[in-house]
């Protein structure tokens, strides 16, 4: 049973001392963007929206909540699709936006690392390591609103985790507000540290959970001195795996993204982005966005040598028939209209009408037979249902989206959602998968992780959140 209380109004002054006006939202209108998520699944409510400036107002604030037994829901850019950000609907709790800590602390190049506060943007990350001469290699599609916060607290995947990882494996070290309101600096910049228990990935991916993340250290990389991106159509999916490892053997590794885009995606981007022009003239089943990166060893010597690398690998795959046709961009200008298509997927499946979602992963060796398997049992389960499987393969990670059969109404459709989550779901695990690849948890997928994790695992998160935050007031209702 939860400890959490409403709070009283003195406890809520004492929170606004802390923070001051800048940093206090109490007016419906107000707080309106930050009690709702961003597919607009949950509507929640809170006594405040919450936004120190510093972390020292973050450890006034938790301070306070823990004596008062206050909940916290830590918010970052709110653009997580679990429903993790947003409060519960009974209020109550308040909000601790992170947006004002948006300090780069730090940037040592040498050291290839960057100190940051957790309510900076991703965008503006990646620009500061860009004009240090660096590369800040976490992308995803909401990059331009989600804070660094949010994504070590979903443990963010994105395009780039074949090459780089994901932002788990981009964190040095981390500062955290405990829930009784203590801090711990963990803000090591070191590649080598074997100090006993790796306390930073107890906060990375637990969803605010277990702290509020104020603060990293994070890994920064060389920029590469040369990039090719191609839009490759792919007749048979039982090809497109190998041609990952084809492209990665002859490329030395360099293949830095490879996404999958069915043929249904395309014609949808088509459809309802009228300024989008067909990138190739035929049409086939699949295709896949790869994208080549090389070290610098003389820029246009490398750029040189890496499209006769692409060139040469995709002469080989037409001669083996497994490729059909190719767009190679002739400039960045180019490689930014093909990934224009994989980014406008999505919304494009949204403007379709309703859509069931599942975000999972299996060993990239099973990819084709789970989207063959899974597309086959959804097909038995409702006729006409649309599949649409897209994303980072090359990492394992397939959403596996579904579009409601033309001419359903969009609430019957989205009725079926448990249904079909159960049978794709049930699938992934059957496979060694996971039923969440990089979104989370949140609020959509507790029941999920009470079916799916052993007694053991849940017993043991329990005993860790119990542990640090044995009143449960860091956003209850989410993860477990
Ligand atoms: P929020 O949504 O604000 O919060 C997410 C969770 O983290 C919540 O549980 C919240 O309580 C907690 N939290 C936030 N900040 C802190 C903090 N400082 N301390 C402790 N807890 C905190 N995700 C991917 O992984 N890969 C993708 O490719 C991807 N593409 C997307 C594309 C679009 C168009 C959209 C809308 C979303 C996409 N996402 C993707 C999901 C989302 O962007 C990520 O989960 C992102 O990491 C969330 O960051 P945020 O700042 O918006 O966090």
Not at 10 to 34: E, F, N, Q, S, T
Not at 206 to 216: D, N, Y
């Amino acid at each position: 049973m939860s400890k959490v209380r409403a709070p009283a109004d003195d406890a809520l002054a004492r929170i606004h001392d802390v923070v001051g006006a800048k940093g206090w939202i109490i007016d419906d209108a107000g707080m309106a963007p930050y009690v709702v998520d961003s597919r607009e699944l949950y509507h929640g409510n809170c006594a405040a929206v919450v936004r120190p400036a510093s972390r020292e107002e973050v450890m006034g604030v938790i301070r306070l909540c823990a004596e008062a037994r206050i909940s916290v829901v830590p918010q970052g850019g709110n653009t997580g699709l679990v429903g993790g950000s947003v409060p519960p609907a009974e209020g109550g709790g308040i909000v601790l936006s992170l947006g004002r800590m948006n300090r780069i602390r730090d940037l040592d190049a040498l050291n290839n690392t960057m100190t940051v506060e957790a309510g900076c943007i991703l965008a503006d990350l990646q620009t500061a390591a860009e004009d240090a001469g660096r590369l800040f290699p976490l992308s995803l599609g909401a990059e331009g609103s989600c804070m660094i916060g949010g994504n070590l607290s979903t443990n963010a995947g994105g395009v780039g985790v074949l090459r780089y990882g994901n932002a788990r494996d981009l964190a040095l070290g981390l500062e955290v507000v405990l829930p009784d309101g203590q801090l711990w600096d963990g803000l090591r910049g070191l590649r080598k540290d074997n100090t006993g228990y790796d306390l930073k990935h107890l906060f990375i991916g637990a969803e605010g959970t277990l702290g509020v993340i104020t603060a990293a250290v994070l890994k920064l990389f060389p920029r590469p001195g040369a990039q090719e991106t191609a839009l490759v159509a792919v007749p048979r999916l039982g090809d497109v795996m190998g041609l990952l490892a084809d492209a990665r053997d002859a490329s030395g590794d360099a293949v830095t993204a490879f996404e999958l885009m069915p043929a249904i995606g395309i014609d949808l981007v088509l459809k309802h982005f009228p300024d989008m022009t067909a990138p190739m003239s035929g049409k086939t089943q699949w295709y896949v966005l790869i994208e080549l990166s090389a070290g610098k060893i003389g820029a246009s010597e490398s750029e040189g040598a890496l499209r006769l690398c692409l060139e040469g690998f995709l002469e080989k795959a037409f001669a083996a028939g497994t490729v059909s046709d190719a767009v190679i961009a002739a400039s960045q200008a180019q490689a930014s209209e093909l990934w224009r298509f994989r980014e406008i997927l999505p919304e494009s499946q949204t403007r379709e009408g309703g859509s069931i979602k599942h975000d999972v992963s299996v060993p990239v060796s099973a990819i084709a037979d789970f989207i063959t398997q899974a597309s086959q049992r959804v097909a038995v389960e409702m006729e006409g249902v649309r599949i649409f499987p897209f994303g980072h393969i090359g990492d394992g990670n397939i959403h596996f989206n579904l579009s409601q059969p033309p001419g359903m109404e969009k609430s019957d459709f989205l009725g079926h959602w448990r249904q079909f989550n159960r049978l794709v779901h049930d699938l992934a695990m059957e496979m060694g998968g996971s039923f969440s690849a990089e979104h989370g948890i949140g609020q959509l997928k507790r029941d999920e992780l009470t079916h799916y994790r052993s007694g053991i695992e849940l017993d043991l998160m329990r005993r860790i959140k119990q542990m640090l935050d044995p009143d449960g007031i860091m956003n209850p209702g989410k993860l477990l």
